[in-house]
């Protein structure tokens, strides 16, 4: 059994792991590629979801609110990460404001009612793990602070 998922990305959104994968049924995963000005919009329904911002600036609505501009790392390697927390039940919109590289990360969820709430790179908390050659930092975009489910 090989968790490697192979994928090209395009322009819009490509699913890498989609609902219902037999072997992570409980979690959605893929990434957002827009240009400047280029919009995608989705409704969580029964998810909860997370955008996180892997390269890039863009904008995200979700009901009255906006973020604007979120990003501007220049990839996933330089410097912490902002996200978007979206719960159950809300429709989002994101819009490129450059090149932008977005991961959409889903899990569904069942009764839940958290409000959507932006984390910025300083509420990013860093861990190390590991020891001697397999030590390495890693980055808990959303952790305790954000209320979410899962």
Request: net charge neutral; aromatic share 10%.
């Amino acid at each position: 059994m090989s968790f490697l998922y192979r994928k090209r990305l395009g322009r819009g959104y490509t699913a890498i792991v989609e609902a219902g994968d037999p072997h992570l049924r409980y979690i959605e995963f893929g990434v957002l590629r827009l240009g400047p000005g280029e919009h995608y919009q989705e409704e969580t329904l029964d998810r909860e979801v997370a955008l996180i911002g892997l390269s890039g600036r863009c904008a995200v609505r979700c009901g009255q609110l906006e973020w604007s501009p979120l990003g501007d790392r220049p990839s996933v390697f330089l410097g912490r990460a902002w996200a978007a927390y979206i719960p159950p039940g809300e429709r989002y919109e994101v819009i490129g404001e450059g090149e932008a590289d977005i991961a959409i990360c889903g899990a569904k969820v069942g009764q839940f009612t958290g409000r959507p709430r932006l984390i910025t790179p300083a509420e990013v908390a860093v861990r190390s793990v590991g020891r001697e050659n397999w030590r390495r930092d890693v980055f808990d975009v959303i952790g305790p602070q954000v209320e979410a489910s899962r």
